[in-house]
């Protein structure tokens, strides 16, 4: 009689279970997924789920960032019946474009890091009907997937690297689902694991981690400055231990003299740094110099007074009274955001094509001009200099600019026109970028020249965007970005490339940083950067 009762519980559990999906899930019928339902267990190889076996999983792993580092993720359901459970009132479609997988990461009991996975991560029928599924952490075949930039993202952007140092750590993992409909709204934990990490400490030479000692010819008076040398030699050890990644120089002036000048991975003083979008300040600098020549009359001119607009597409009025200004602070109103992939403007859309000008001003023009970042507008702006200035954009700035610094080897990236683009690209030594950097720094002045009017260095170093949630603010073509030490904090304004790239300029204290990197499109390429600074550079070098 007891069993029978049982049996009738179980069924009915059953049947409300199922009652509670919007869609059936597939059938569960590996026995190591039905011992392990609700679990992530850990993985040193890749191993196909037919061949699984429960002696595969591993408790400890001595980790290693060239090694195989594979997951497998059990469930009693699929992906989106979890998600059908926050919000009954959607449909399939719907929760697959509003939610994804939580996933929480501890080291040692400690919240690190938590991540609502993109929704468009992961294939549709593997969140539908899937009840398992596999995550390649760190592959040693480079395997791309979603699940490599997580780590990435937890290793690299946010601090897992720095607790997961020397020794043995306790890594857990936490899954739910999310659902963004319209609030964030979250689920219990659908699958959970911990693996013992066992980090190495790396053998690493000692010329890899003392300072490098700068040679004659530089171009600079050197230093007598003090500054923390066990924080440099500290951050050479990260770098030689690939904890900063793809670094390849480091450049500090301080009151206008070298402070520190370090080269990595293969770079050396005379290597040309491609910085991408760092080149897109010099547009702002140029502008400057162009309006102080009398070539410009502001940057308050509207693009019709360059340009006949009615011959392009999307023509409206709000067009007509798009300014340089606008375009210098990323705010003209055009339908192009280089953060967004789906973006009429997105700077990808432009490459492919044969004018990046009629690129641009074919696109429509908003009539709530927000910040958005728009490398077309900044190609513009290359333009509106190329028809304005004597024998063209690339000469009037190696006269202007480029000769007056001692800048002498240097290389343009192209328009399809064979134009100087002021998109990015740009290339010059890290010493060639301190000069633009220290420019700054001297309110224009070099060597007792007016190279740039202080001025135009204030409105460039003007936040125009306070209020904004994402970034620390932007001037004319620079960012501003605050760093805070355990002391004070700093203000700076900055040039800034895909990879890492940095050009800084304290606006309280005398220094100009150089940053240059080769980690384009990585998630963790500015973060890491901006640690180097706030963690590394500005302590070692704010000394009396």
């Not at 595969?56 to 992906?79: A, G, H, W």
């Not at 919240?111 to 993109?118: C, K, T």
Request: charge should be neutral.
């Amino acid at each position: 009689m007891k069993s029978i009762l049982f049996f009738l519980l179980g069924l009915a559990l059953s049947l409300s279970g199922q009652d509670q999906n919007i869609i059936q899930p597939e059938r569960i019928e590996s026995t190591v997924q039905k011992s392990n339902l609700n679990r992530i267990v850990f993985l040193d190889k890749v191993i196909p789920m037919e061949n699984l076996k429960e002696t595969d999983f591993m408790n400890r792993i001595t980790f290693q960032d060239d090694k195989d580092f594979d997951v497998r993720v059990f469930m009693d359901n699929s992906l989106v019946n979890y998600l059908h459970r926050l919000d009954p009132s959607l449909s399939v479609d719907e929760l697959l474009q509003k939610g994804n997988y939580q996933f929480t990461f501890y080291v040692d009991g400690k919240l690190i890091y938590r991540e609502n996975l993109n929704p468009g991560a992961g294939k549709a029928d593997a969140k539908t009907s899937k009840t398992t599924f596999r995550i390649p952490f760190i592959s040693s075949t480079s395997e791309d997937s979603w699940g490599r930039y997580l780590w990435t993202r937890f290793y690299l952007a946010n601090e897992g690297i720095d607790v997961l140092g020397p020794g043995n750590h306790i890594l857990t993992i936490e899954i739910r689902p999310y659902l963004e409909a319209p609030t964030l709204q979250t689920g219990k934990v659908i699958a959970k694991g911990e693996i013992n990490l066992v980090v190495q400490q790396k053998e690493i030479p000692e010329q890899l981690i003392s300072i490098q000692k700068i040679k004659p010819g530089s171009g600079w008076e050197i230093s007598k400055d003090k500054f923390d040398t066990d924080k440099i030699r500290l951050l050479n050890r990260k770098i030689a231990e690939n904890r900063f990644k793809d670094i390849t120089s480091i450049i500090v002036i301080k009151n206008g003299k070298l402070l520190i000048e370090e080269y990595f991975n293969g770079s050396g003083r005379d290597s040309l740094q491609d910085t991408r979008s760092v080149g897109k300040s010099f547009a702002s600098a140029l502008t400057g110099i162009a309006i102080r020549d009398g070539y410009l009359r502001s940057e308050y001119q509207h693009l019709n007074e360059f340009y006949n607009l009615k011959r392009f597409k999307n023509y409206s009025s709000e067009k007509d009274h798009v300014t340089i200004k606008s375009l210098l602070t990323m705010s003209s109103g055009f339908e192009g955001n280089d953060d967004f992939p789906d973006s009429p403007g997105n700077e990808e859309n432009m490459y492919p094509t044969d004018n990046w000008i009629h690129f641009a001003l074919d696109l429509p023009v908003a009539l709530h001009k927000n910040w958005s970042y728009f490398t077309a507008g900044v190609v513009l702006t290359g333009d509106i200099l190329e028809q304005s200035v004597p024998e063209g954009l690339e000469k009037y700035a190696h006269k202007k600019l480029f000769q007056p610094l001692g800048i002498e080897r240097y290389k343009w990236s192209y328009t399809p026109q064979k134009k100087p683009s002021l998109a990015g690209g740009l290339r010059m030594r890290s010493l060639d970028f301190a000069k633009f950097g220290q420019l700054y720094q001297n309110k224009g002045l070099w060597n007792g020249n007016t190279i740039l009017d202080k001025d135009w260095i204030k409105k460039s170093f003007h936040n125009y965007f306070p209020d904004h949630d994402n970034f620390d603010g932007y001037g004319y073509l620079f960012w501003r970005k605050v760093y805070r030490t355990s002391n004070r904090i700093f203000e700076t304004y900055q040039s800034s490339g895909n990879g890492g790239n940095k050009v800084i300029m304290c606006t309280e204290i005398p220094v100009v940083i150089v940053i240059t990197a080769k980690a384009y499109n990585k998630p963790y390429a500015h973060s890491q950067a901006d640690k180097i600074v706030q963690e590394y550079l500005l302590p070692a070098i704010d000394k009396p």
